[in-house]
């Protein structure tokens, strides 16, 4: 069976974090630039190799002195670390339209393996007659395990963040044409 590349369609795809602030709310974030692909066995997505690229640059809170202070040296370093990557292990169908994505992401120069959950929302054929194919992606990492570690206290002596990141990404994917 011959092999299909799947572009991300990023005008149609979005990738977001929240984080915890001050433990009794949650900050919500997004990164506005990022491509990647995924390579499948004609169009069976079992066992797709996935790579995912994004630009730190874009990081976006709506504030953007927050968004400064998180592409410095406390936070992502973007300078140093433009770019955060995924590249799958993994992707294995657990039942009905749930997948189990295993990776290695790599944030900061460190790279971990990561389990993330991915649900098939379906394939449509756009008004070009593109074949696309959505996916929603969500997980939980720990940014200590990336050396992001960087924490204030509140006047408690708590956190003023929480360490664990939820990531929630919603795909588009579109067949490369042949």
Known sequence: MSKTIWNVDALHSEVQFKVKHLVISTVTGSFKS???EAITEGDQFENAQITFTIDVNSVDTGQPGRDEHLRNA???EADTYPQFTFN???FTQIKGDLYKLVGDLTIKGITKEVELEAEYGG???DHFGNTKVGF???GTID???FNVTFNSLTETGGLALGEKIKVNANIQLARQAE
């Open 34 to 36: 990022f491509s990647g």
């Open 74 to 76: 406390d936070f992502f």
């Open 136 to 138: 929603e992606v969500n």
């Open 88 to 90: 799958s292990t993994s």
């Open 123 to 125: 394939t449509e054929r």
């Open 143 to 145: 940014r200590k395990d």
